[in-house]
């Protein structure tokens, strides 16, 4: 009896820890329930979010480099593996965490939420690969945060004069293309593209990521169009090409010149 004792407390603690950890996860599944009803009972995501005043949705972007994959020269076309990362803020994505369990945030599928029809500009395929295909973070403050990964295919004009010591200089121009700048105010997120996790390429070195704002009025419109353009700054790695094109080049017109020299003094 005596050892018996201790066993039915201890099967009685843990049946009271298991029993109170279920409802616990029961009490936050009901919790995050509860907001999902709370959040997409009356919402739609064909149209943009409009609240009591028609305010212009601020939607931030940034992009991180991650590699240079290719300049395809005579195509003047750019291939870069990127991070794209935008952030916009919809009125109808609030709420207060301390009546859903405390949860601040929670992530759902991309096509649950509207979300701005940022396009890049000049895109050599039909549309950014990935950016519909991952999740989007939903902050109680109505705040959104989509980060995908894509490969970027971007006209680029190409400009040789300094070959193979050349830098060129290739803009990615990203905006709302169905949207103008009352409706959606594109702005930068940071001073900069974000570079750090580059990882090197045998042919060139980016240099720098900077970046503009434009704000822009075309024919069709009277309402101006704002975009950011990130800058990539690349030099190429002279190297190869001084080692396989310019010093054979000077070797072989070396020794023609000196050719010619000795022929001319045989016969003087």
């Known amino acids: 009896m005596s050892c018996g004792v201790p066993f039915l407390l201890l099967y009685s603690l843990l049946h009271y820890l298991t029993g109170f950890h279920g409802v ?7 919790h995050q329930a509860q907001l999902l009803e709370h959040i997409f ?3 739609t995501s064909y149209v943009r979010p409009v609240c009591d005043q028609d305010q212009p949705i601020q939607v931030k972007i940034d992009i991180a480099i991650r590699q240079i994959i290719e300049l395809d020269e005579p195509k003047q076309i750019l291939y870069l593996n990127a991070w794209v990362r935008l952030s916009w803020d919809d009125c109808h994505m609030t709420w207060d965490p301390n009546n859903f ?3 601040s945030n929670i992530v759902v599928p991309f096509q649950r939420v509207w979300s701005p029809d940022i396009t890049l500009y000049d895109n050599g395929d039909s549309e950014l690969e990935g950016s519909k295909d991952y999740l989007i973070d939903i902050e109680h403050t109505g705040i959104l945060i989509y980060h995908y990964p894509t490969i970027i295919k971007v006209l680029c ?5 300094y070959f193979p ?3 060129q200089v290739c803009p990615l121009k990203f905006g709302s293309w169905s949207y103008h700048g009352f409706e959606i105010n594109v702005t ?7 570079m750090t996790s580059f990882v090197e390429n045998t042919e060139w070195d980016l240099l720098s990521l900077p970046l503009a704002r434009h704000e822009l009025k075309y024919g069709c419109c009277p ?3 704002p975009d950011v353009t990130f800058y990539v700054t690349m030099k190429r790695k002279p190297l190869f090409y001084v080692l396989n094109l310019l010093f054979p080049c000077l070797l072989i017109t070396a020794v023609a010149l000196l050719g010619k020299h000795l022929f001319q003094s045989l016969y003087q």
């Open 24 to 30: 616990w996860s029961t009490t936050q599944a009901e």
């Open 41 to 43: 009972s009356n919402y």
């Open 101 to 103: 369990g405390n949860i």
């Open 157 to 161: 004009r190409i400009d040789v004069v």
């Open 165 to 167: 010591f050349d830098t």
């Open 188 to 194: 930068n997120r940071d001073s900069a593209g974000d």
């Open 223 to 225: 309402e101006p169009y």
